[in-house]
């Protein structure tokens, strides 16, 4: 079944490096979204990336997407101490279907 | 900026009970969702309604579950009958179009003793 699985579950860095956070999939999608969580929270939309797409940039954010290897990267760069949350990818897949199907999520802590 | 509210934040009830959730979408989106998130486990996807009709639910929302948008800005989830197993974040979400970004609303925590 369609599935979005991120890598690694955790991670923690110290304030200012690089964050970089995968997701794989399964099956053939649409587009495929980035979501931040913190503790108990809402999910907030960082990015949406279409299937013909390669590369999206927003901010201090960096998303590629590899529809050979069926795999999307998140990069934070200059990480700060705010950037502590769960992060999910999230894929859609057919033309029109609608539902998100998320992954497990990576954990990041963002050491001061 | 528009976003997504839901109503209440924090709901408590017996097992057995009745609950109705409710969501504001983003005022001109035609796509509403439902998903939820067992503590410290995926988000899953519940339905999805457009057109005052559902075109797709998972295997979860069963017979005990049923949406409505029952007036021009409000979609509700109904949990007719809540068990224990029922106790999760509920997120509306909506959308403007297909495919398009999903905004999540910030969640409704439901606790079901």
Partial sequence: SQQGEE????????????????CSYKTSINNLQWYRQNS??????????????????SGRLRVTLDTSKKSSSLLITASRAADTASYFCATDYDQGAQKLVF?????????? | EPEVTQTPSHQVTQMGQEVIL????????LYFYWYRQILGQKVEFLVSFYNNEISEKSEIFDDQFSVERP???????????TKLEDSAMYFCASSGGLPETQYFGPGTRLLVL
Avoid: W, Y
Avoid at chain 1, 103 to 112: A, E, M, S, V
Avoid at chain 2, 22 to 29: E, K, L, Y
């Fill in chain 2, 22 to 29: 409710r969501c504001v979408p983003i005022s001109n989106h």
């Fill in chain 1, 103 to 112: 992954g497990q999520g990576t954990r990041l802590t963002i050491n001061p």
């Fill in chain 2, 71 to 81: 007036d021009g800005s409000n979609f509700t989830l109904k949990i007719r009958s």
């Fill in chain 1, 7 to 22: 890598d690694p579950q955790a991670l923690s860095i110290q304030e200012g490096e690089n964050a970089t956070m995968n």
């Fill in chain 1, 40 to 57: 108990g929270r809402g999910l907030v939309h960082l990015i949406l990336i279409r299937s013909n797409e390669r590369e999206k940039h």
